[in-house]
Nanobody, 110 residues
Framework: VQLQASGGGLVQAGGSLRLSCSASGSRFKINVMGWHRQAPEKQRELVASIGSGGSTNYADAVKGRFTISRLNAESTVYLQMNSLKPEDTAMYYC?????WGPGTQLTVSS
């Protein structure tokens, strides 16, 4: 399985951005897709995940601001991020079950 993520960039606090991640090459159904993030000198942490049936899970820090969605037919997962804060600055990694993508950088300026 290969993952390709896009959508990161520089945004001002309070702004919005959408990350996208597409999986290709999987011979099997992908159960869980999600996003994690890692800020400098911090551990990687879950941001949000979504199961193949649509069940979602969010980190407390992003609840009410971020929305994860998924197109199963295209093995694509999205992360809509609103009301961004400087503390959201991190490298964001998507995953499809146990496969990780290369990451996309989000920087939120104050």
């Amino acid at each position: 399985v290969q993952l390709q993520a896009s959508g990161g960039g520089l945004v001002q606090a309070g702004g919005s951005l959408r990350l996208s991640c597409s999986a290709s090459g999987s011979r099997f159904k992908i159960n869980v897709m999600g996003w994690h993030r890692q800020a400098p000198e911090k551990q990687r942490e879950l941001v949000a995940s979504i199961g193949s049936g649509g069940s979602t899970n969010y980190a407390d820090a992003v609840k009410g601001r971020f929305t994860i969605s998924r197109l199963n037919a295209e093995s694509t997962v999205y992360l809509q991020m609103n009301s961004l804060k400087p503390e959201d600055t991190a490298m964001y990694y998507c995953n499809a079950d146990h496969t990780w993508g290369p990451g996309t950088q989000l920087t939120v300026s104050s």
